[in-house]
């Protein structure tokens, strides 16, 4: 196979989330808990993208420890009640992938109930593991430590995986560890993203079809 482990982000990656749910989260706490804060949805994408959702919450909206911890629990209740959509060829490609005998994880900013929750509404094949925002903040992308027990657990190299993800942590992260990096492009249009990934990373796929092309054609 030429990705032996296709190790996959979640949100905007496999399902599309952040314009559906988690964008219209942010507003509704925001406006209740915030409201001297205002971002449009661009906003949002490229403050996830970096410097990351931890540090745009702390430095850029301004929220002390105690707050982000009530922000995540208003977030995950909003979630409780919203499922994305996978974007379509998404679940062609992931059982494929497990067809042909590979494997199939996540290592996302969500949490793994709520990712197999969106990947059995989504009829998804279940991955063989899920790292997600349950983890330590030490062991989060980006942080290495999910990709590094990905491959002790499975007895694979850093070249026999493959992460995908539409966000810089997730970049971060695999270039940590010697992984190779695919860009997920088609959540948004943003030049400042799209630049960014094209010029670094490994791979940039602008469409779903493009990436079941390059994995199987």
Known sequence: MKTPCLIVDHDDTVVNSTATVHYPCFVEYTRIYHPEYRCTLEDYFLKNFDPGVVAFFRDEVGMSEAQMLQEQTYWNAYVQNHVPQAYPGMAEILW??????????????????????????NGLPEPDAVYGWEC???????????????????GLEPGELLMLDDLKPGYDMARACGVPFAAAGWANDIPQIEGFMRKNCDYYFKTVPELGAWLFE
């Open 96 to 121: 494929e992938q497990k067809r042909r005998g590979g494997r199939l994880c996540v290592v996302s900013h969500s949490y793994r109930d709520n990712i197999l929750r969106d990947y059995r509404e």
């Open 136 to 154: 330590p903040p030490e062991q989060r992308k980006p942080n290495p430590w999910p990709l590094e027990q990905i491959m002790a657990d499975f």
